[in-house]
């Protein structure tokens, strides 16, 4: 999305973006600057990317671990949670696996 690329290494919990017009990347810890409750302490899954508002969210669903949810990311670079399991509830262990608008 305008010469941007995104993508996840779910191993090492890392988010890519390739500038594609600078042939340029930067990367991060997927949930390195946090804002609010929640954790993102899990394996990324998913990557959406919203045109819906101005504020380009990315969003990203977790797979595995204590709470799975939804968490999204701004322009900025900070996380929030936007949906999450229940902390060693039901969902223990178990992933989201997508996201519709």
Same mark, same amino acid.
């Given at each position: ?6 993508? =996840?290494?779910? =191993? ?32 990324? $899954? ?25 968490? =999204? ?20 262990? $178990? ?7």
């Amino acid at each position: 999305h305008n010469s941007t690329l995104y993508f =996840v290494a779910k =191993v090492t919990r890392t988010l890519f973006i390739l500038d594609l017009n600078d042939m340029t990347y930067t990367s991060e810890r997927t949930g390195s600057s946090w804002v609010g409750q929640g954790a993102f302490n899990s394996q990324p $899954d998913q990557i959406i990317e919203s045109d819906l508002d101005k504020r380009k969210y990315i969003y990203f669903t977790e797979d595995g671990g204590n709470a799975p949810g939804v968490h =999204v990311r701004d322009r900025e670079g900070n996380y929030y949670t936007m949906v999450r399991g229940v902390p060693g509830g039901r969902y223990s262990g $178990d992933e989201t696996v997508g996201i519709a608008f």
